[in-house]
């Protein structure tokens, strides 16, 4: 019997209230309804009283999740997309991110974010948002592409003090699917190696890390070995592990779906590059969505993300530099 991505989150909310008293739920539609995607489904049931719909403000949202985290709770808050939680983007960088600086208090709250794009969503409903709150101290930006990282990342978040970011792909929701979940992980902070190579380091990240995989897969009938590296996390970010990789191979193509400019892919290479120039044996290349709002159209919408094609052009012209 096999578990997805979405199973994946819903059991680790309900570990999360199982095993802890302080953990309850508040989002929009999360109770009766199951959650927009269905991440809540029975929990409500399962756990009356701790899985609480609320009012459609998710500046409320948020700033009530700081206020009950400062009297001891824990709170997991679902945002119905990645994109509303702008609207509630003063609590979360001015309030929470800061809190324990500026009083030594934590402010243990899991804000959940699906993310990313699917076909037909257009640009309110399938940003990627990891870089901007990544771009603030005092927060985790998680970012899991595999269903045993949702599965476990989302327990360690709830279990950390600080506030994280959990940025859940929509694509993989339904798509992705394991045998069984982890009984033990990598901690966040801590990238992986998704499959290892020689001929050049493929840095990716959430749905990004199985389209790199297929590049991987094709380009090695071509005789070129490509490492991938999951990142599973941008906010710490693993630079060690990339650079490692990068050490092995020389060339590095870093890839993410979010837009280009101030991403987790410029800020992978400019690691690189100031700390490991001696490295590279060519310059190193990233791709990103195009520099626009999301388009509708799924036509539009392939073209507008990295896909396996696009992702192999590039890595084909980096191996020939």
């Known amino acids: 019997m096999s578990i997805t991505y979405l199973e994946a989150i819903r059991e680790a909310q309900a570990k999360a209230l199982a095993d802890d008293p302080r953990v309850y739920i508040y989002g929009q539609d999360v109770g009766a309804f199951g959650g927009a995607f269905k991440a809540t489904k029975n929990l409500a049931q399962e756990f009356p009283g701790r899985v609480i719909d609320a009012p459609i403000s998710e500046d409320a949202i948020v700033g009530s999740a700081v206020g009950a985290a400062i009297e001891g709770m824990r709170p997991i808050i679902e945002m119905q997309f990645a994109d509303f939680s702008t609207t509630g983007f003063n609590q979360i960088v001015n309030q929470a991110a800061t809190l324990f600086w500026r009083t030594n208090v934590p402010c243990p709250i ?24 990544a771009h603030y101290p005092g927060l985790v930006v998680m970012t899991p592409a595999t269903v045993e990282d949702a599965y476990s990342m989302l327990l360690e978040a709830v279990v950390i003090d600080d506030p994280v970011i959990f940025c859940e792909h929509k694509l993989l929701y339904y798509h992705l699917k394991a045998e069984k979940l982890p009984t ?138």
């Open 110 to 133: 899991t804000i959940r974010l699906p993310s990313g794009g699917t076909s037909g969503t257009g640009p309110f409903h399938s940003q990627s948002l990891e870089a901007i709150y």
């Open 184 to 321: 033990e992980a990598l901690p966040t902070g801590k990238a992986r190696i998704a499959r290892p190579g020689r001929d050049m380091t493929l840095v990716a990240y959430s749905a990004m890390v199985h389209e790199a995989l297929a590049v991987a897969e094709e380009l090695a009938l071509e005789g070129s070995e490509v490492e991938v590296v999951d990142l599973r996390s941008i906010k710490p970010l693993d630079t060690d592990t990339v650079m490692a990789s990068v050490a092995r191979t020389g060339r590095l193509l870093c890839v993410g779906e979010s837009w280009p400019w101030g991403g987790v892919t410029a800020e992978v290479i400019a690691r690189v590059s100031s700390e490991g120039f001696g490295l590279l044996d060519v310059p190193p290349q990233r791709l990103n969505a195009k520099d626009t709002p999301v388009p509708y159209h799924p036509s539009l919408w392939a073209a507008h993300r990295p896909t396996a094609r696009s992702i192999a052009a590039a890595a084909r012209k980096l191996l020939r530099m």
